[in-house]
């Protein structure tokens, strides 16, 4: 079981420091949203600067995931807008690619992302955006992970389904799981949403949650038990499992400290229930 932390969570650290602390807790990677503030993909020299952070990530020993859930990089005013259900997607459909290309640079496990919140006749919408970025990863020999989100087009595991079978079932194109999601709105028991997903798991975000109500909680804090679910993660699944807590920048070090003993301690309770 190989653990990361997600940089939405470190919004108020410079890249690199947020990098070192990961790091320094004992993390095996981090989920990196490229952000303002983290890798900002519309700044001048790129290249260079994932470069940097490619250098970085090697020095830290840091497995990474590529995430591109920026809340005002794209508009300052509309929270992640455009997403691919708008009459105009271009700058969505422009920073998947740049993120699919430092994804490629970085050695990325996965780069994710969704689909955004449209009506049921935005679908051809949605598989037309989503098969552009498709086509562009595989020239790029990158797989895409893509997540259902509470609300969105893509809901839950059946759309995500859905839209793999309408884009032909492409072999880089999977999933990615929330945890927290899966208690939040999904029929199955958490664990079985693990097992039910096995064969297309290429990602993995792991938080706590209610069910019905789609807030992000540290563990504990929750419902879910998690020594089942992280037994069938290590099961059927060897990617990086992720802390996704992204409102809780205002004490990341502590947060991402307790979150990592949480897990390592349901880890091996699994392991002793076993």
Known sequence: MRFGYGTNGFGN?????????????????????????????????????????????????LAVVIETGARYLLDPWRKHSPTLMDDHPEKRLEYLRRAVRVGAELGAEAVSFWAGIGSPEHWDRLVDGTGQIVEFAQKHRVTLGFEPEPG???????????????????????????????????????????????????????DDMRRGVHEHLEFGTGEIDFPPVLAALSANYRGLVSVELPRHSHAAPTIAAQSLDFLRNAAKEAGDRS
């Open 152 to 206: 969105m087009l893509v809901n839950d595991i059946a759309d995500w389904r859905r839209l793999h079978a309408d884009l032909g079932q492409p072999k880089n194109f999977g999933i990615t799981l929330d945890i927290g999601h899966c208690r939040c709105l999904e029929d199955l028991p958490v664990a079985d949403c693990v097992t039910a997903v096995a064969d297309h798991l290429v990602n993995v975000q792991i």
């Open 13 to 61: 650290h410079r890249l690199p420091e947020a990098l070192a602390v990961i790091a320094d807790l004992g993390y095996d990677g981090v989920a990196l949203t490229l952000d303002t503030n983290h890798l900002d993909p519309f700044e001048s020299g790129l290249a260079h600067r994932t470069a940097e952070v490619a250098a970085e990530l090697g020095r830290r020993n």
